[in-house]
């Protein structure tokens, strides 16, 4: 549903994991908290995305969708050198 005792904890220890974890997060129904569930799918470097909880073809995509957002690897940090030789 979303609902957490203390979203901003939650929050700020997302984002003090953001480099080696990711959250994505998925609503079910109208009762979820949508607010909540984006702002930690954001503290996660995640994505929030919300379904019916009559599952229609439209939501079960949306639900592989984050499957597929999850398991994509994590990139950060990343740097290129570029060495150019004087021709």
């Known amino acids: 549903d979303g609902q957490f005792p203390d979203t901003f904890a939650l929050s700020s220890m997302l984002r003090q994991h953001q480099a080696v974890t990711r959250v994505f997060t998925i609503g079910v129904g109208s009762e979820a908290d ?44 990343a ?5 150019l030789t004087p021709s």
Do not use: H, M, T, Y
């Open 34 to 77: 949508r607010s909540n569930l984006r702002v930690i799918a954001r503290a996660g470097a995640g994505e929030a995305e919300f379904v019916k909880s009559d599952a229609k073809s439209r939501d079960i995509i949306l639900v592989d969708k984050q499957i597929v957002r999850a398991q994509q690897p994590c990139l950060s940090n």
């Open 79 to 83: 740097s290129v050198l570029w060495q």
